[in-house]
């Protein structure tokens, strides 16, 4: 598959291949019945790496966390923790910690309460002294210090969410899991949360993997995102990779915007795709992922790749400006071309039309540099 | 209307049957208690304590009834919880009716009928042959106190199953996986989040049954042959029998100042019980 190759590329990246990772998935599938939530999931993941489960509702993102969080058991495949098999041992018995979407606080129990319950748990016990001393600085950590004694219902959601934080870190976990921590936040507070996460994640050096359907939140926050969908990992990658090298549609249009123009691929004389579209269209474009040498295909071109002008440019495309949307750093134009339809361009502060800009109606002629489009599947 | 008017007048009905319902009988049962017994029997406008110097004469009614009836409150808990465990935990959603359903069935017949299958039981040609026949000697179990136990909780069950299965059906279930995740055996889940969540459930079933216990008299009267009988046993008796209003109604004077103490002191225990912090608080 395509992941392959990314996961090649990672690896080089990282020069990591002789350490063991703290979690393994392999050819992981998870079924309830008739539905298969999880299929054939195959994942390494790295120690200290902040890596992200990303994809739609329902396409097993949380499966793949109770998996590793022992809450579910893989119908096939195998989970490894520290390389050793897990896959039937119970969640109170793995070196892993989860952050519930809800927080599932305990609400009989104090702050302190709820933060030192994982440390209680230990057997041999740990020194009363010891847990004192952890749950403070676990607090300390998640600025919570002076709250010990509060009831989880006295807490505002954002508070809740820091408890629900503490009672995980203070166990250090090998693995900590979190499971949409930030969806019931708002705005405001989930991008404050956000930067906090990243900051604690370096601070404690604890592997974290995040499950959300947020991708700004995942490219902001990761080392790597594992993009799923309909129970498959569709790729997996750094954000950059997945933002400049998408293998399919589905990852181009899910990380990042793109333009997408429907045709069919074929390899010319020279051996390059090319993409043709209807109107006699034809584009060369760089093939990626696992595209047959010929049939349905798309052509993925980033905004930002392209060029607006008001001069005709050579091989360029000719459009009508239609609408302007002002970003502050960008212009976004929406143009239209007689064949291609609606494209959305982004023009830079800087660039001569975006000083001035283009006004609605306006004739123009739009190109992008070589390499700029990308030929792949259309799904 | 003001706001104020407006509520006055939405708790008038239920002010009304409060009056007339329970402080009017109250009343009357408190003023019958300072009376004296008419020749004929009945009541006799008096004012005298002869009849609360008189309740020692009642001694065992009142000793059964606060041993039997906070035994029989214990002892139906114990088996309702995992009852109702069980059904709100462990059962299937698609079968939770059903045995729901099951669990009142034996409402839908009376409590006498169902008191005479359990003689026949406990009686001799029941249990007791069973026990002879495999050569374990005579035991006598109708009319003893353990009968009277053994019906109690038979008749009162469902009443305490209820309530501790609405509190455990309640709860939520991420934070058992809470607790897994950090570490807790089952056992220690059980003990640490499911036990002290369902504890309002726990305390409104006991309450229930207990207060119902106090005034119990047909288990005693039919399950204890006469021989263990209740402070209820007494009432009927001095009401109906003996026709003594004046000491039926001190004795029931007392069995309300009985349990007007040791409902509140439960109260207190437990709503301390609910509010105080896990028993290995580190702060
Ligand atoms: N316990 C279960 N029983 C039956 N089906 C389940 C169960 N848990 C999950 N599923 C199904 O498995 C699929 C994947 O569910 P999962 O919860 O992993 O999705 P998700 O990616 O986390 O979605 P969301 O973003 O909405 O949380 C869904 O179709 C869901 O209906
Ligand atoms: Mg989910």
Redesign the interface.
Known sequence: MDSQASQAEYDGDFGSGAIRPVAELRGVSKSFGEVLAAQDLTLRIEAGEFLSFLGPSGCGKTTALRML???ETPTSGEVLIDGERVNDL???RRP???V?Q?Y???????V??NV???L???RPRIE?RT??DK?TRALETVRLTGF??RRIWEMSGGQQQRVALA?AIV?EPKLLLLDEPLAALDRKLRKEMQIELQDLQRQLGITFVLVTHDQEEALSLSDRICVMRAGRIVQIGTPQDLYDNPQSRYVADFVGVSNFFDGAVFIDAGGRARLRLAGGLEFEGRAVGDLAAEGEACLSIRPEQIRLSREPLEGGLEVVVQNRIFLGEHTEYLVRHAVLGPVIALAPRQSEIGASGFVQGERAWIDWPDGAALIMRRI | MTQRERNWLLVAPAAGWFLVMLVLPLSVVFIFSFGERGAAGGYVPAFTFEQYANLPARFTAFQNTLILAPLGTLAAMLIAYPLAYQLAVRTDPKWKTILLVLVIVPFWTSILIRSYAWIYILGGRGIPALIEAMGLGDVQLIYTPFAVLIGIVYGYLPLMVFPIYVSLDRL?K??L?????????PL?TFF??TV??SIPGVATGCMLVFILLMGEFLIPLLLGGGKVFFVGNALVDLFLQSRNWAFGSAVAVMLIVIMLVTVTVYMRLIARL?TS??D????
């Open positions: 969080a022992g809450f119970a969640p109170y892993v910690n989860m519930f809800s599932a606080l305990f609400p009989h129990l104090s302190a309460d030192s319950y994982g209680r748990q230990r009363r847990i004192q749950v010990e004694k009672r166990n | 939520d991420r934070l996986e809470a607790s897994s995740d950090l570490g807790a055996p220690a640490k989040v002290p969540l609910h912090r896990d290995v608080s580190v702060m």
